[in-house]
């Protein structure tokens, strides 16, 4: 299945959520003209284009992502299953090894990683 190309910036749908079939999309048309007129002028690029290398992302992770969603949803279960037999206020040590052991959290990274950076820009580096 194709995903229908829903994005919540209400200034680019249209009112009659009319759509535009495009590289295998369902793409509102309010949006499609934004990304034919507004976005892509000046780049060399189409809306076409455009929509044709988000269809082509959406086929290469859309099942990375569903496998992932899949992941987080079972872990979810697991861990409303603790809080329904556990009080994690009368054991923060036992929830921190329980949410390793299911994968929820990770070591933390090395402490002797680091890491340098050339040409920044100066409000950049102030901001970091």
Known sequence: ???VLLISLSRFFSAASDRV???GLQVDSGLYEFVKSELCDGTG????????SLSSLLDEF???NRELLEKRKSIQKTIDMWH???NVSEKPAEYQTFLREIGYL???PLSDVKVQ???VDA???QIA
Do not use: H, I
Not at 45 to 52: E, I, L, R, T, W
């Open 62 to 64: 859309a099942p990375r």
């Open 45 to 52: 690029k189409s809306a076409d284009q455009v929509f044709g």
């Open 21 to 23: 079939s495009v590289a």
């Open 106 to 108: 990770t070591n933390p």
């Open 123 to 125: 409000e950049m580096a």
């Open 1 to 3: 299945l194709r995903a």
């Open 84 to 86: 329904l037999n556990n």
């Open 117 to 119: 950076t050339t040409n």
